[in-house]
């Protein structure tokens, strides 16, 4: 007769409330609790700013080509400083920094506010003020990935932070863009600018009030370029490493950029207006938020390899369905995917690259991470561009669908291989005792090993 009382311990409540510990458990270092509520804030008003510009863009030009040109501009930087800024933040003080560009990021969105309100903004300024906003994000996307680690205090909360950081973002993406559009249609771009410009605020107070351990400014006789060459030679000649980076290059080539064709496909496919771009890009909010909770509900790495290739898919094949759809339900649906693909890809590759990397090529190797991730962007944004111009976006969205299924399958046939590299990390680790799933298996020697013998 089987027993009609649960254990203690068993019930759904308690199981729930468990899980929600093991969600938020990075949230127990203090340092990390004051950035994710500072950043969540401010993040809101990047995607406004976002949003109210690729509609501002648009609606001044009429040209999809322009929409390329202005994302090439803003992210172009990041593929040219993004390495050097990542031997910085080897060697600099990454509290400090983080501080200066977020101020400098600030001022950006008041200027770009004020020449709106004031009717005065032109194409050529956009573009001038995107390219200062990304040299701003070359510095900070490596010292702000690379601090992540000092404000967890160490690697077994560092895959739940990332988790949880990306959950923050896509959060932001999905509130951001509801509130653009709705402001928009009220007010006009001006006042999306502003707000963002203001919340800064968030993001600067929270980075003020941290308790953290300054470093010390390196004082190295190795010279920039020596070093530079040295995090280059690191992550490209450890297999995982590169086959990591150069899927992810793939996707935000041939992919991401779908983000910039969405004012196309709100008022020529879809036939809105700038709530309907508000709403496509919030239900591709919604999909990532819910891939970063995923994520962030795992406590292991072990399996994040699969989950990489398994994300790159469906992405893939959501950006082709999403192109062949004319109805804006069916549109609002496969975004969810397209953003849960996205989300967990770039994740996912973030937490593997974290958790294998040597501490004091950190700097340098999340330099080429954010390189992949957004240095590839703004040629992707031209090609995108160009292509919708003569192909249309529909066409061009399928044509970067079927580039990343593509990339997603040599990934796939890889595996096995980069399996072997990585498991001896995992081990010296403590992560795995034995074989376990994910990009990891049998042993063989690492990059570290080889260089040190």
């Known amino acids: 007769m089987k027993s009609t009382h649960r254990r203690a311990g068993s019930t759904p409540t308690v199981k729930s409330i468990n899980r929600l510990k093991t969600i938020g458990r990075a949230l127990r270092h203090r340092n990390f609790r004051l950035f994710f509520g500072g950043q969540g804030i401010s993040l809101i008003g990047t995607w406004m700013q976002r949003v109210a510009l690729s509609w501002l863009v648009y609606e001044l030009t009429n040209s999809a080509f322009l929409l390329g040109v202005v994302g090439f501009a803003g992210q172009l930087p990041t593929f040219l400083l993004t390495p050097f800024a990542g031997v910085m933040a080897d060697r600099w003080d990454r509290h400090r920094v983080l501080i200066i560009t977020q101020g400098m990021a600030m001022i950006q969105a008041l200027i770009l506010a004020l020449l709106v309100l004031a009717g005065l903004i032109r194409v050529w300024e956009i573009i001038v003020l995107s390219i200062f906003l990304g040299v701003i994000n070359a510095l900070d996307a490596p010292v702000r990935q690379s601090f992540m680690i000092e404000m967890v205090g160490n690697k077994e909360d560092l895959g ?167 109805l804006m339900w069916l549109s609002l649906v496969v975004l969810m995917f397209v953003g849960f693909g996205m989300m967990v890809q770039v994740a996912a590759s973030n937490t593997i690259l974290q958790t294998i990397v040597d501490d004091d090529k950190r700097g340098r190797v999340m330099s080429f991470y954010a390189m992949a991730f957004m240095g590839m962007m703004p040629f992707g944004s031209l090609i995108m561009g160009s292509l919708a111009g003569r192909i249309g976006a529909p066409g061009s969205l399928i044509f970067g669908g079927i580039i990343c299924l593509s990339g997603a399958a040599i990934f796939y046939w890889r595996l096995p291989v980069l399996r072997r590299f990585v498991r001896p990390i995992y081990v010296k680790m403590g992560i795995i005792p034995e074989i376990a799933t994910g990009i990891q298996t049998a042993t063989e020697p690492t990059l570290s090993d080889k260089n040190s013998k």
């Open 160 to 326: 739940n932070a990332i988790a949880l950081n990306s959950s923050m973002v896509n959060g932001a993406r999905m509130i951001g863009p509801s509130i653009a559009g709705l402001l928009i249609a009220a007010v006009g771009e001006g006042i999306c600018f502003l707000i963002n410009g203001i919340s800064y605020l968030a993001v600067i107070y929270a980075l003020l009030a941290m308790k953290v351990t300054h470093r010390k400014h390196r004082v190295r006789k190795s010279r920039i370029l020596q070093e530079l060459r040295e995090g280059f030679n690191y992550a490209f000649g450890f297999p995982p490493i590169r086959a990591i980076l150069l899927l992810l290059a793939v996707v935000s080539l041939f992919g991401m950029p779908y983000t910039v064709l969405m004012p196309i496909f709100a008022k020529d496919v879809l036939h809105g207006g700038a709530n309907t771009l508000g709403f496509l890009m919030a239900s591709a909010g919604v999909g990532a938020l819910t891939g970063a909770f995923s994520l962030a509900a795992r406590k292991k790495v072990p399996g994040l390899g699969k989950w990489i290739v398994r994300a790159s898919a469906i992405f893939g094949a959501g950006l082709i369905v999403f192109s062949l759809s004319g």
